[in-house]
């Protein structure tokens, strides 16, 4: 579907819909099609006034044209291997490396203390 929306044979938003479906239909287990499910959401909130969540790089006039830009990233990002939970990772600006997210309890934190007891 997405090198049937990088040739032109599908509309950029009518192979958007069918690739999103691919997230809800893998029950959101099969990492790389979240990409298609945030860009929908994306395109819905800008159609309806509210800014997008998840990608920023684009507006109505442009929408197709980011589409298609997607669709190739998609293409190339699954000819390699990624790394488990890819779509889960993210870039840490504190040690410089992309990794899963954790979180470090504060033990002093008096409210954290308050709620556990």
């Given at each position: ?49 509210i800014s997008p969540i998840t990608n920023y790089d684009f507006d ?30 993210a870039y840490c600006y504190d040690c410089q490396q992309i990794q ?18």
């Amino acid at each position: 579907m997405a090198k049937n929306i990088i040739s032109g044979q599908i509309e950029p938003r009518e192979g958007l819909k069918c690739l999103s479906r691919l997230d809800l239909a893998s029950f959101y287990q099969e990492g790389l099609y979240s990409i298609w499910y945030s860009l929908e959401d994306d395109v819905i909130n800008l159609e309806t006034g509210i800014s997008p969540i998840t990608n920023y790089d684009f507006d109505l006039e442009s929408v197709d044209d980011f589409i298609k830009k997607v669709a190739e990233q998609y293409l190339q990002l699954n000819k390699i291997t990624l790394p488990e939970r890819f779509m889960w990772m993210a870039y840490c600006y504190d040690c410089q490396q992309i990794q899963h997210p954790t979180r470090k309890l504060d033990n002093d934190n008096a409210l954290l203390n308050r709620l556990f007891k």
